[in-house]
């Protein structure tokens, strides 16, 4: 077999190789989403929980504001009926008094539903962080298995790349352009031997005699007029 031919064929081989190379890596990935799906629903659920978590206290802050400044209010307004001359200004301070005080302790009762919220929000997170905890726990040798696997067979993968590239490097530039031209849509096969009655032994498609005579020659690329493999003589 000619040289050219044979480098041709290394490289379909490492081919074939590294597509199972890169079939065994992408099927860790399924894998380890289905081991992980527990845990990523842990996680969600303690994130969701965070969140909300974090709303509760903002609402806390801002109703203890609010209470603050209706309490200044009230102040004020009690001065305001310490100054009062008249019996109308003292009934109308009053009034405003009284709707202030109502305001304020409808506040309070805001603060106290909001801070029991909190509080229950609070320990249902530190729970849910046990329960992530524990789902975490419970996938960690498997996940570690799958992870050193996944990383030996990209390692794989990788290894096989670097050899691919140094095989290809040293084929001249043109038949290399005609390799990964016929490559691209190919699942494997570029090249395939001619059989002993003179077919292709892609397609079977018998070659006429000069054309068989031409690749056993081997002197050049000869492509099957049937698939367009590059025929080589076994
Ligand atoms: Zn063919």
Known sequence: MQELHAALLELQ????????????????????????????????????????????????????????????????????????????????????????????????????????????????????????DKARDAIADERGELISGRDAAQLELDQLRERRENSAVRLDPQSRRLYERLRVGRSRMVLAPMTDEGACGNCFNVLPVQEQAEIRRGESLRRCEGCGVILYAA
């Open 13 to 132: 081989e490492l081919d074939t190789e590294i597509a199972s190379a890169e079939m065994r890596v992408q099927e860790y990935a399924p894998r380890l989403e289905t081991l992980e799906g527990p845990v990523t629903a842990a996680e969600k659920e303690l994130e969701a929980a965070r969140v909300r978590l974090e709303d509760l206290r903002a609402e806390y802050i801002r109703l203890e504001r609010n209470a603050q400044q209706k309490e200044e209010k009230l102040h004020a307004y009690q001065e305001k009926l310490n100054k009062a001359r008249t019996s109308r200004d003292e009934a109308a301070v009053r009034a405003e008094l009284s709707l202030i005080g109502s305001a304020l302790e409808a506040d309070r009762a805001d603060i106290r539903h909001v801070g029991d919220q909190t509080t229950r929000t609070d320990i249902k997170v530190d729970e849910l962080q046990k329960i992530l």
